[in-house]
């Protein structure tokens, strides 16, 4: 039977309005879905206006309906009523007005890590942590108002999440953690779960981590409304994504912190994070921020919406008015020394160190003996942490179709690379495929026939592995002339150079890539660590240079 097409997918809001006219009628979330019948769950009871009762089932049954995936409809409402929360006249929408709008000076109390609270001695007590994280953790203990933790990559932000999450349970706080995305909240709470802590989850059962699912409320064995109201009031610790907030079953629910991972952002129309976040903010007396603004910010396209301050997260608002609210995690157990030197150099002023020395001197391990070209054992050679493959001398240029960009040329390169790594031992988990651009994804895809992970570089933001393979795809016969915003965003290269633990591994052109001040920085960088490789005509299989020219 033939499939039904369409974009929407189980789980999707929807929206339903009447055809013709398109008055909106519903609001509801696809349940299922076969090639002739949509099923869709609303919220409320289905009504036509101007229907009288006795004629209602008829009337909904004659009337033809248009079924649209509803984007930004629920956003800009919850962030219409974020705002109006903001200016209401009591106490608690006064105090965070006067801490984000007024930027009032935040409070500590200083006199808090000298007493008796069993709270901060578990923490100076705790092995897992080292000095920044336990100076983060009693900055949030003894925020009075709000604390920043500004975490670089793999400084171990969910970490110290979770060890905070404990330490105020001690103390008998209520807590509520939200972070943009389903994933990032769910990462959380895997690692809460792990240490034992108990908590809710709230949210469409479909999109929550299989792991996470048992905590979700929908799941739990509750007799009606009232039941599951009172199991949320007796539980210390909810988590739900910042547009989540405004479910129902969390009206009239206060809890004493709010903790916000702010570091999953981009992958929501990140125009209104601040609107966004505001939301859970009104929850609870104090809140804590945790994020990294060198990493990639809200994505604003509007020129005026970004002049008016819509490109500024509220954690890079705080953290500019009062820097001594901000505790800044340093120590990072993710790169090895020569990834981490990258970001350093280009990004962080140095101010990023190795955790350990078993961080610092990491190396990935093969089983098999190296076999190949030697460019291909050069690049495979795990003395060489980073490397960055040139291919200027292949000619191997961009081509531009209907606004797609993608470059054969490197993802031959990248399949033939990742052959190499698999044939010697390297397991595909522990290989990642990065790229600006989501053309170039598809055009790997179609080159590695493994289940290797391949996303955009945005997508890969808050994740790593052993072995990242980045192909930056700018090659143009006119360097010059050659300009691109995706490329020439600093917190995006930030990302691409900070997801590899052991071997990073590069392929672009050294003569584009240098028209953008950062990346030309970035291959002198690597040619300074002797990384850079140029690989020519004689080192590519003829059928293999004639297909690749063949599809330019
Ligand atoms: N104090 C510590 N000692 C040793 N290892 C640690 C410590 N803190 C964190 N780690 C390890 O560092 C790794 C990264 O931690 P985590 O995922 O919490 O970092 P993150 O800052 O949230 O990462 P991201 O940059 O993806 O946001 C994990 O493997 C974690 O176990």
């Known amino acids: 039977m033939k499939k039904f097409e369409s974009s929407l997918r189980n789980g999707d809001y929807v929206i339903l309005s009447t055809e013709p006219g398109g008055i909106l009628i519903a609001t509801g979330v696809v349940v299922d879905m076969s090639c002739s019948r949509i099923s869709v769950s609303l919220s409320k009871r289905l009504r036509l206006p101007g229907s009288s009762r006795t004629s209602q089932a008829q009337d909904l049954h004659q009337q033809l309906w248009r079924i649209h995936k509803d984007e930004f409809m629920g956003s800009f409402a919850i962030m219409r009523f974020n705002l109006i929360q903001l200016f209401l006249q009591n106490e608690q929408s006064s105090h965070l007005r006067k801490m984000i709008v007024d930027l009032e000076v935040p409070r500590f109390d200083s006199g808090c890590q000298f007493s008796q609270d069993p709270a901060i001695s578990y923490i100076w007590s705790e092995k897992n942590l080292n000095d920044d994280q336990r100076r983060a953790i009693l900055k949030i203990l003894t925020a009075k108002d709000y604390a920043l933790i500004l975490g670089m990559p793999g400084t171990g932000k969910t970490s110290t999440m979770v060890y905070a999450v404990k330490a105020l349970l001690m103390r008998g706080s209520s807590i509520l953690l939200t972070s943009y995305t389903n994933s990032a909240v769910d990462n959380l709470l895997l690692k809460l779960k792990a240490q034992g802590i108990d908590f809710i989850r709230i949210g469409r059962y479909e999109v929550v981590h299989e792991e996470v699912r048992e905590n979700c409320l929908s799941m739990m064995d509750t007799h009606g409304l009232e039941e599951i109201k009172q199991r949320i009031e007796q539980s210390k610790v909810v988590a739900v994504t910042c547009l989540g907030i405004t479910s129902p079953l969390l009206s009239n629910k206060r809890f004493d912190v709010y903790i916000m991972d702010e570091a999953g952002q981009t992958t929501l129309p990140g125009k209104f994070t601040i609107q966004v976040s505001l939301g859970p903010l009104t929850f609870a007396s104090k809140f804590v921020l945790v994020g990294d603004h060198y990493q990639l910010p809200p994505l604003v396209q509007s020129a005026e919406a970004r002049e008016n301050g819509m490109a500024v997260s509220l954690f890079c608002r705080l953290s500019e008015a009062h820097p001594q609210a901000i505790c800044t995690l340093q120590s990072q157990y993710r790169m090895c020394a020569a990834i981490m030197e990258l970001s350093n150099a280009l990004i962080y002023g140095h101010r990023l160190r190795c955790g350990s020395s078993q ?108 072995c990242i393979l980045l192909s930056f795809v700018r090659s143009s016969e006119n360097p010059r002339n050659y300009v691109s915003s995706l490329l020439g965003d600093w917190h995006r290269i930030n990302v691409a150079l900070t997801r590899a633990k052991k071997k990073l591994i590069m392929v672009g052109s050294c003569i584009t890539l240098s028209s953008v001040p950062l990346l030309k920085l970035l291959i002198e960088k690597v040619e300074e660590q002797g990384g850079i490789l140029s690989v020519s005509k004689k080192d590519i299989h003829k059928p293999e240079l004639k297909r690749c020219s063949n599809l330019r």
């Open 359 to 466: 961080v610092e001197k990491a190396k990935i391990k093969y089983t098999a003996l190296p076999s190949g070209p030697t460019w291909i054992k050069e690049a495979l050679n795990p003395d060489r942490p980073v490397v960055f493959i040139n291919t200027d001398l292949l000619l191997a240029f961009e081509t531009n179709d209907r606004k797609a960009v993608n470059n054969p040329m490197e993802a031959n390169i990248i399949a033939e690379i990742v052959r190499r790594l698999l044939s010697r031992g390297i397991l595909e988990e522990d290989i990642g495929i990065i790229t600006p651009y989501n053309s170039q994804a598809d055009l790997i895809r179609q080159s590695v026939s493994t289940s290797v992970e391949i996303h955009t570089i945005d997508k890969y933001q808050g994740r790593d592995k052993d």
